[in-house]
């Protein structure tokens, strides 16, 4: 199993950015799969997740109404576009999955339920 993130870089405060994550080795519509970030120096927040049949989504208080998150199954794909960014927006993002099991479909907000994780990619934005 392999995640790989992709799309961060360095921006301006209200601007965009899409981070995508290429998973490998799993089948999205089985799995729970979320992002995080963890800012400099703090520990790693929860920021968004999908359940396993796509039908639910979670986000954090702070990027309500910001970011979208959202899958695509058959390129097993995951994404999070990111819309007027904030520097307190400025971390190191992964991508996290846990298999979803059979009878819940929810979304999982601690990074302790997930097993599989990516190898994170920065975002930075400048004010």
């Known amino acids: 199993v392999s995640l790989a993130e992709s799309g961060g870089g360095v921006v301006e405060a209200g601007g965009s950015l899409r981070l995508s994550c290429t998973v490998s080795?799993?089948?999205?519509?089985?799995?729970?799969v979320a992002w995080f970030r963890q800012p400099p120096g703090k520990e790693p927040e929860f920021v968004s997740g999908?359940?396993?049949?796509?039908?639910?989504?979670k986000y954090a208080n702070s990027v309500k109404g910001r970011f979208a998150i959202s899958r695509d199954i058959a390129k097993n794909t995951l994404y999070l576009q990111m819309n007027s960014l904030k520097p307190e927006d400025t971390a190191v993002y992964y991508c996290?999955?846990?298999?979803?099991?059979?009878?819940?479909?929810?979304?999982?907000?601690?990074?302790?339920?997930?097993?599989?994780w990516g190898q994170g990619s920065q975002v930075t934005i400048s004010s």
């Open positions: 080795g799993l089948t999205l519509s089985l799995y729970v």
């Open positions: 999908i359940s396993k049949s796509g039908s639910k989504t």
């Open positions: 996290a999955a846990q298999y979803g099991g059979i009878y819940d479909d929810t979304v999982y907000e601690r990074k302790e339920e997930y097993l599989y």
